[in-house]
């Protein structure tokens, strides 16, 4: 069993920056690949990023366009994702995951059935 939390969400402006982090507990971090998800308001849930257990490899959705920054550090079990140049369009809670396969691809890491654990979420909002 993996637990997540998720922190760091909040209200900003349009192009301001945010830091979310997730903290993984209950057993070795390292071992798996994370990933950052999305939900808004009356839509499905979306894939944002996803980072490889060394952190050598990420995989983006289209929309981040440079914009969003995955990383991690192992030896602080956490997961992190740096946001940048805020649109309102990017307002919604954002979910951490752990997936215990070995994603290879970019279809596989925005498949969220290849998640087995998720955090609660933290919301972010951002106005005009």
């Known amino acids: 069993q993996v637990q997540l939390v998720e922190s760091g969400g909040g209200l900003v402006q349009a192009g301001d920056s945010l830091r979310l982090s997730c903290v993984a507990s209950g057993r070795t971090f390292s071992n798996y690949y994370m990933g950052w998800f999305r939900q808004a308001p009356g839509k499905e849930r979306e894939f944002v990023t996803s980072i490889s257990r060394s952190g050598s490899i990420t995989w983006d959705a289209g929309f981040v366009k440079g914009r969003f920054t995955i990383s991690r550090d192992n030896a602080k079990n956490t997961v992190y994702l740096q946001m940048n140049s805020l649109k309102p369009e990017d307002t919604a809670a954002y979910y951490c995951?752990?997936?215990?396969?070995?994603?290879?691809?970019?279809?596989?890491?925005?498949?969220?059935?290849?998640?087995?654990?998720w955090g609660q979420g933290t919301q972010v909002t951002v106005s005009t």
């Open positions: 995951a752990a997936s215990s396969k070995v994603l290879v691809n970019r279809a596989d890491n925005s498949r969220d059935a290849n998640y087995e654990w």
